[in-house]
């Protein structure tokens, strides 16, 4: 079995440490990287050609912590403090750490993990990252240290230090000495559990049994390995790997490791326990060359102002709850696939239902549906049972289902406290014998509107709409255009709310509010190229209210340039053909639009995100959905693989509509923001490829 160096004297020349052509690399600068971990920080110093470190455990107070460490160095190295030309923090408490009198940012622990990695090994593809509160996967390119891929745990403590650290106060080990312990056996107990609640329980159960502390103990490192393992899988295990983080110490999941490999993990020069400081000392070196890049005076002093528009679908809304529309009746929608134009041609106040709700009305929705529904459905069954004002303002609700929960939300909001129907959408894109169907169920919605005002719906007045609603569609697009410039002039939450008006206005209303935005759009100056990472998002619903996504990207100086969800630009992509035949034009129209995930082939759907992502020449995209959504859940393997394809990364997001995965969600988009070059490069190389392969 191959191990670190255990040797290391906190001190050394550096050619003595890393091969040659890694060292000629670095500057004299004398620069600093610290790695804040959970339980242990790490600190490593470049200076005059020697690599200083320093380990202590993680303070209460994570400022405190840093200041020792920079101490230890100064005083280790001989160094003043003024002479440090750059930090680089990482680690779990990188955010909370602090330097008025030394130039410093922030750095992701897979980035700086990547590089550290790439330093300390010879010619590593593949790094493991295992510590305290989290375990990592990394592909690296074994040229440069960048990072190509990554993977990381969930919420779960499972295949993490702590997991390990449990289950040695459980075995009454040292936590120090629970991998020797596992190496005296040969007889692993079988671990079932992933959670570590209950695998607790197990370790508990078999130790009453009888079962040698060493058995269970071997059994508990092959679990952690496997868990991890899984996450290795999904970014392709390449030789060599290498272990780093502070469970790489544990001499028992090294053994583990290698038994699922098939081969040993690498050696490195030093303990990679540093790996993560000593990445971020990299890092620090490259940012002491550069001028330092000022992100603040990026982009346009142009605002736009989306006030207008936004106070029109607030007094909408009131209006509908007050029923004071002007119409005879109040329905909701459910899908971007109901016909809005025959909505609009009967006389009835219309909105789609798509808000996120609070945590209030989701647990209300769970307790007539499933906890394995996702939280929109959750929110749209919630509203009804919490009698928020503007669902119980309601007469009616309609939907062409393409999802089989909200057809269950549905079906339970017509039983217990609105009439709804339920209209059939066809499936198969490419079958024409489902558009006659489609027409059928088109032709009922009419009928079934006309029957609920009591007034005719004319042929004229839907063939009208459609002329209006695709001159929306005309300026929703003209609009987000303005995000293919080199430098957008919105961003993507300003469209969030823009496209989401659709949904909601009057048509007359929602034109005239666009042509407003339209109008400055058109008078703004373009500053050009822009450093920011371009980012399609893509996937599932992002209902009213759900900016938790959109924020982190945007708060980590990014532009989300293009939607392809159904509440983005997706359903403007195309118009609704208008021939004066409405019924094939609307039945034509809805199945021609870009689709989503639910309709077949699937092939059709990746193509139009693919356009999508030539268009606006992105640099990577993030596929979101919410937990529990099957039909978005079993699309991501396909749709990675052809954005892939045309160079385009994909960061794989799911989530709900609490809070609690923020900060989880944040360190995996900064790491693929990094990864992109946005962060780390200025986004320099991106604009480079963007330039040379334009769509």
């Not at 790695?35 to 600190?43: E, F, L, M, V, Y």
């Not at 004071?324 to 016909?339: I, L």
Request: hydrophobic share 40%; aromatic share 8%.
């Amino acid at each position: 079995m191959s191990s670190t160096r255990n040797d290391w004297s906190g001190q050394g020349k550096l050619i003595d440490i890393f091969e040659k052509k890694k060292v000629d690399r670095l500057s004299n600068n004398t620069v600093l990287g610290i790695d804040i971990g959970s339980r242990q920080s790490k600190a490593a110093l470049l200076h005059d050609n020697q690599l200083y470190t320093a380990l202590v455990p993680t303070g209460f107070f994570m400022q405190e912590t840093a200041d020792e460490l920079i101490q230890t160095l100064i005083d280790k190295s001989g160094i003043n403090r003024s002479d440090i030309k750059y930090i680089v923090s990482t680690g779990y408490g990188r955010i909370a750490l602090k330097y008025d009198d030394i130039p410093n940012r922030i750095v992701t622990e897979i980035a700086c993990h990547g590089m550290g990695a790439y330093y300390l090994g010879n010619d590593i593809k593949t790094v493991i990252d295992i510590g305290g509160q989290d375990s990592k996967a990394i592909k690296i390119d074994s040229q440069t240290g960048k990072v190509l891929d990554f993977a990381m745990n969930d919420k779960c403590a499972a295949g993490t230090g702590r997991f390990l650290e449990r289950i040695a106060n459980v075995l009454g080990l040292d936590i120090n000495n629970i991998g020797p312990e596992s190496l005296k056996s040969d007889d692993a107990m079988d671990v079932s559990a992933q959670c570590i609640v209950f695998a607790e329980s197990e370790v508990v159960s078999e130790r009453a049994k009888g079962r040698e502390v060493s058995d269970i103990a071997y059994g508990i490192h092959k679990s952690v390995a496997r868990r991890v393992h899984s996450l290795l899988s999904r970014v392709g295990i390449e030789k060599n790997v290498l272990f780093t983080g502070g469970v790489s110490k544990n001499v028992g999941i090294k053994r583990a490791f290698e038994e699922l490999l098939g081969f040993e993990i690498s050696q490195s020069s030093i303990d990679t326990v540093y790996a993560g400081a000593i990445g971020a000392a990299v890092y620090a070196d490259e940012y002491a060359l550069e001028s330092d890049f000022d992100k603040n005076a990026e982009g346009n002093s142009f605002k736009l102002n989306i006030s207008s528009i936004e106070n029109a679908v607030e007094y909408q809304k009131e209006l509908i709850v007050k029923k004071d529309t002007g119409k005879k009746k109040t329905v909701a929608y459910t899908c971007a696939y109901v016909p809005i134009e025959i909505l609009a041609s009967a006389n009835v106040a219309h909105y789609r239902i798509m808000h996120a709700g609070n945590q209030d009305e989701i647990m209300a929705g769970e307790s007539l549906t499933q906890s394995v529904f996702c939280d929109l459905t959750k929110s749209v069954l919630g509203s009804f049972i919490t009698e928020k004002p503007i669902a119980a303002a309601l007469d009616h609700v309609y939907t062409f289902f393409t999802c089989d929960c909200m057809r269950k939300t549905i079906e339970a909001v017509n039983s217990n406290y609105v009439p709804a129907t339920i209209y059939n959408m066809p499936r198969l894109l490419k079958d024409e014998s489902q558009e006659e169907y489609y027409i059928t169920e088109i032709e009922a919605f009419k009928k079934d509107l006309e029957e609920l005002t009591g007034e005719k719906i004319e042929d004229a007045t839907i063939s009208k709409n459609i002329a209006l609603y695709n001159e929306a569609r005309r300026l929703l697009r003209e609009i987000s255009e303005y995000r293919i410039k080199g430098t957008p002039l919105l961003t993507g939450s300003q469209f969030q709310t823009i496209a989401h008006s659709f949904f909601y206005l009057p048509v007359d209303v929602l034109i005239n509010e666009l042509q407003k935005i339209l109008d400055q759009l058109e008078n703004a100056y373009d500053k050009g190229k822009s450093h920011r990472p371009r980012i399609l998002l893509a996937g599932g619903i992002l209902a009213d209210g759900d900016n938790k996504l959109t924020s982190i990207i945007e708060n980590l100086e990014a532009d989300i340039v293009a939607e392809d969800n159904c509440a983005g630009l997706r359903p403007f992509t195309r118009d609704i053909p208008n021939t004066g035949d409405w019924k094939k034009d609307i039945a034509r129209g809805y199945r021609g639009q870009a689709p989503c995930a639910r309709m077949k082939p699937l092939d059709n759907v990746i193509e139009a995100s693919v356009e999508l992502a030539k268009k606006y020449k992105v640099d990577g995209a993030v596929f979101y959905y919410l937990k529990f959504c099957p039909t978005y859940s079993m699309f991501i393997k396909k749709y990675t693989e052809a954005l892939q394809a045309i160079n385009v990364p994909v960061l794989v997001v799911t989530s709900d509509y609490s809070k609690g995965d923020e900060g989880q969600i944040k360190i995996r988009a900064e790491a693929f923001l990094e990864m992109l070059g946005g962060i780390r490069d200025g986004g320099a190389k991106q604009i480079q490829h963007r330039e040379q392969n334009p769509a």
